[in-house]
């Protein structure tokens, strides 16, 4: 009880001069104020975080990494229990076609030359769906890519899917 007849010190600073309100401008002041202060506060650290994090969250819709193909997500992480770094063996990819099978697209455009790319389109980043016909086919737009290169051969996507270098390590395709 004895508090309340301290306050008109505070009222005196009150901006709008009204008496009665003062305590609740003030608050409310503070409030925003505060609000303020953590809005920035949370914009900066959040900020800093995130482009930390990122960094090792890939690609967008599907996944996010055909650039880290030998950093991020391992080969080895396909579902085929195979060995770490074993894309596929050499016998499951079609001569004049290919697989998709993990985070990669695996082609044998000539007898005994393997390639892999990354299966995510470089259009705007749907899973590519089949390889059909000497193209790897996005069914999002109907891009097409070659299977020899992954250069785009129709279609919106104007870059070539992400290549991983590999080779052949007794019956398996396995990154270089
Ligand atoms: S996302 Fe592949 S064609 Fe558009």
Not at 95 to 122: D, H, L, M, R
């Amino acid at each position: 009880m004895t508090d309340v007849q301290t306050k008109p010190e505070a009222e005196t600073t009150c901006a709008h001069g009204r008496p009665g309100a003062p305590r609740r401008a003030v608050f409310a002041g503070a409030g925003a104020v505060g609000a303020a202060c953590l809005l920035a506060a949370c914009g900066t650290s959040s900020g800093g975080q995130s482009d930390q994090g990122f960094t090792n969250d890939p690609i967008p819709a599907g996944s996010k990494s055909p650039g880290n193909d030998s950093s991020g997500d391992s080969p080895g992480g396909n579902t085929g229990g195979a060995a770490a770094g074993v894309l596929a063996a050499t016998a499951d990819v079609p001569q004049g076609g290919g697989i998709i099978k993990g985070n990669y697209v695996i082609t044998q455009p000539e007898s005994g030359t393997f390639k892999a790319f990354s299966k995510v389109c470089t259009h705007q980043g749907c899973d590519v769906s089949k390889v059909d016909g000497g193209v790897i086919f996005c069914p999002c737009h109907k891009s097409e890519f070659s299977i020899a290169d992954g250069s785009p051969q129709s279609g919106p996507a104007r870059k070539p899917l992400p290549e991983t270098k590999v080779k052949v390590d007794g019956d398996n395709i396995v990154a270089a």
